[in-house]
Each structure stands twice: as C-alpha cells, then as structure tokens.
C-alpha cells in the first residue's frame, strides 16, 4: 500500500487481518491462476507490492523455490513479516513514492492496491520500471463503480440497509482519493505504458461466507467514520452487522479486474 492522509482501511486496525484472509478466501485462486497462466517457476524474481497478508508470498516462494527471490512490500509489515524468511525478503516500502526495490523482476504483481494510491501513474511506472524486458507485469484492482451494491437482490429492510452502508462507505473512499472506476481503465494502462500482450478479466463474487466475513470485517474497521459523517448511526450498524451474522443475506463484493502484460 502506500501513504494516504486518513486511509480509511488501515492496516493497523485488528479487521485488517480478518480483511486479508477473506481476500485469500475470494481472489486468491483467481490470483494464482493468472500467475500460473504467465508462467511463474523456480528461479523466477518476483515483487509483491502492498502484500499485506502471507498468502500470496509464501504461494510465490514454493513456486520459486531456494534458487528464486520474493521481495513482499509495504508501508505497514506487520502481518507480512512472519513469511520473512528465504526467498522472501520483507521490506518497507511505499510503492507511491520510492523507488523500486530492485531491478530485474520477472513478475510484479499488485491486488487490491492502486486504487487507493495518490499518485496510481507513478505507482504504475515503477513497477514497470522494475520488471526485466520480457517480464510480465499482473495488477488487479476492484472497481466499485461497476457494481457498487452490496446485496444484488434488494427485496427487505436488511438489503436496503447493506446497499445504503455500501454507498457510505464508497463516498468515504472516493473522499480519500481513491478512483472507484480504477478496475477497468487497467487494459488502457497497461497499453499506454508499453506492456504487449495486455489482456483482462474480471472476478465478481455474488454470494459466499467470505463475502460476508470480509462485509463484517470491513463495516467493524470503518465504524467509526461511518458514525462520523452521518452515513449511520450505531443502532444501524449494530443491526447490519447482526443481519450479516445471520447469514440470510446474499452479500456481494466489487468486481475485481485483472490485467497483465509483458514489458517489451
């Protein structure tokens, strides 16, 4: 990740890990089949930027094997560092504003972590900038704009309170910096900045416990805020969160667009 004024998803809050096994729940097999598909083996370099949790890390270090390297970044390394051991190699780093942590990779690769960027193109280029030639580039990014409904279904009381949280919880991101409509300009992106071979797809989770553990995580860290700009009140979140733990919602998350590329 990289350094917002009042980033709204620390990664400091206790929901923050919650937050990255539901990720490793939803997107993960997504994740490793697009690696997989870009040819990840032993000896490759890989960067992970804004790794958060460990799941994708330790993933990369059995595909590299001891003769590999992973290099695991970001701002907060707090629930990263327990895989800080050979191949990977754990640092601080704020993708936004230093420079690489290396030249030479043949895969870099970023989830969930532009859209909340400041400055997303200089982001981009650095992470370009530090791929080999012929190395292969794989960012995704949610797109809330696109889908930005929490239930599909709004037939009750409960789902039209999930969708007005959804909405808060947005406007509160967009008032952070973050692009909402990120996702899909990735193909653009990736084209304009000189990857050949950019190609795309996107993950749309409708209905599974993940969804709805990551739901809860996510209105528990933002709470606060939610209260604060007079999106809800403590009673609604109390009963939002209840409904969730029932699991009689069939809660959906953004859709997440891959995009990947090689550098000429």
Not at 58 to 64: C, E, M, N, Y
Not at 147 to 152: K, N
Not at 187 to 200: F, H, I, K, Q, Y
Request: hydrophobic content about 40%; some cysteine.
């Amino acid at each position: 990740m990289t350094r917002t004024d009042g980033y709204l998803l620390d990664n400091r809050q206790a929901e923050a890990k919650q937050r990255f096994d539901t990720f490793a729940d939803l997107f993960d097999p997504t994740t490793f089949r697009h690696m997989e598909r870009l040819g990840i083996g032993y000896g490759w370099r890989c960067w992970e930027v804004g790794a958060g949790g460990t799941s994708v890390v330790s993933w990369l270090a059995k595909k590299v094997g001891p003769t590999g390297r992973v290099v695991a970044t970001d701002i907060d390394t707090s629930w990263v560092s327990a895989a800080g051991r050979p191949p990977v190699e754990v640092r601080v780093h704020d993708v936004g504003t230093d420079e690489p942590p290396g030249e030479g990779f043949d895969l870099v690769h970023a989830r969930l972590v532009l859209v909340h960027v400041p400055d997303r193109e200089r982001a981009l280029q650095s992470m370009i900038k530090s791929l080999r030639p012929g190395g292969r580039l794989l960012v995704e990014d949610a797109d809330p704009a696109l889908q930005p409904l929490c239930c599909l279904d709004e037939y009750g009381p409960e789902q039209q309170l999930a969708n007005r949280l959804r909405q808060g919880m947005r406007s509160l991101l967009a008032e952070r910096g973050a692009d909402l409509g990120y996702g899909r300009k990735l193909p653009r992106l990736l084209r304009d900045s000189g990857l050949r071979g950019v190609e795309a797809d996107a993950y749309f989770p409708v209905a599974s416990p993940a969804c709805a553990a990551l739901e809860s995580a996510t209105i528990r860290q933002i709470r606060e805020q939610l209260v604060t700009a007079g999106i809800a009140t403590d009673e609604d979140i109390d009963r939002h969160l209840a409904n969730v733990a029932c699991g009689s919602m069939d809660l959906a998350t953004a859709p997440m667009i891959s995009a990947w590329g090689r550098k000429a």
